[in-house]
């Protein structure tokens, strides 16, 4: 087909406007293009930039948490020391706490034997002497109750006359008909009876009467038993049953037959009773030996308890 010239002309000037629209465009979006490409590679850049820098700030983390652990690693070891150490101090104190204890125990213990009359587990039946000025400490009047009717007032160790009670009442309770005859009596009641005894038997007192001086008697933690049938026959007190009930029991109440059968004193005499703690009285009971048999020190290791 072919074309006017005019239409030529027409159609080559709509296609160069054409050309030169679709260059125009393509420039502008090359254009545009380009400013994107640059704006991403310049936030391309501003992201490498903080990257940058947080891994650097992430290295001087890194070292400052080494560093911080290593500190860490150190103050735990020093407190594992400074635990050591605690705990070696507070066994030290421990210690020395155990011994202010251990000393003040026996502080305590030296005053309360320094309170308590070392005469009172003396030996003295032929043994040692007890002056005529010497007096317990303090004596209480032992209730009419105890007493054997027609006996005149009978007084005990204060501090000890509790013990007594305990074994009097104790028997009562057991139906035993036990009561005092006598209890303590000072030196020249000693004096007095002696005098009494030698005159009737002479010589023959000393098997079973002390001199003054030498009675269990003055120490008031003695007393004389008997039963309202006996009376003042002493002798027949060791077929009673209240006699039989006495070896069995007394122990317990802290006292102990002074002269038993075979002893090389005085002749046996299962009415005289003597208080000489709780503790050695039983150590007696479960071995069977006698008091004037003990070693003077072994019996003294009871001081510090003999009220108790």
């Known amino acids: 087909m072919k074309f006017s010239n005019e239409v030529t002309l027409y159609l ?17 979006e ?18 490498l930039q903080q990257a940058n820098q947080k891994n650097a700030e992430l290295s001087v983390a890194s070292t400052t948490i080494g560093e911080l652990r290593g500190e860490l690693t150190d103050i735990k070891e020093d407190l594992e020391e400074l635990a050591d150490d605690y705990k070696d101090e507070k066994g030290r104190n421990e210690e020395f706490e155990d011994q202010i204890r251990d000393l003040a125990g026996t502080l305590g213990d030296l005053d ?23 007096n317990p400490t303090r004596l209480k009047q032992i209730d009419s109750e105890y007493i054997l009717p027609g006996k005149k007032d009978q007084y005990f160790h204060a ?9 009097l009442d104790a028997a009562a309770k057991d139906n035993m008909d036990l009561k005092i005859v006598s ?18 038997y002479g010589t023959g007192a000393n098997a079973f009467s002390a001199d003054q001086g030498y009675s269990e008697h003055q120490l008031g933690t003695t007393v004389d038993l008997t039963t309202s049938a006996v009376g003042g026959a002493y002798n027949s007190f060791k ?5 039989q009930w006495l070896l069995t029991n007394a122990y317990q109440y802290g006292f102990i037959l002074s002269y038993p059968e075979g002893n090389s004193f005085y002749i046996f005499e299962p009415w005289h009773w003597r208080f000489v703690g ?4 039983e150590d007696m009971h479960r071995s069977g030996e006698d008091f004037y048999a003990l070693d003077q020190r072994e019996i003294n290791e009871y001081l510090i308890n003999f009220f108790e």
């Open 278 to 281: 709780v503790d050695l009285a």
């Open 112 to 134: 309360k034997l320094a309170k308590t009359d070392e005469e009172l587990l003396a030996k003295y039946s032929k043994v040692y002497f007890l002056n005529e000025n010497y």
């Open 239 to 243: 077929d009673t049953q209240e006699y």
């Open 159 to 167: 501090e000890v006359i509790d013990h007594l009670e305990d074994l």
């Open 12 to 28: 080559a000037g709509i296609i160069a406007l054409f050309g030169i629209a679709t260059s125009t465009y393509l420039a502008i």
């Open 30 to 47: 090359i254009k545009d293009q380009r400013q994107q490409i640059t704006g991403l590679l310049q936030e391309r850049n501003i992201f």
């Open 183 to 200: 209890a303590y009596r000072s030196f020249d009641e000693q004096v007095d009876l002696k005098g009494q005894f030698t005159q009737v």
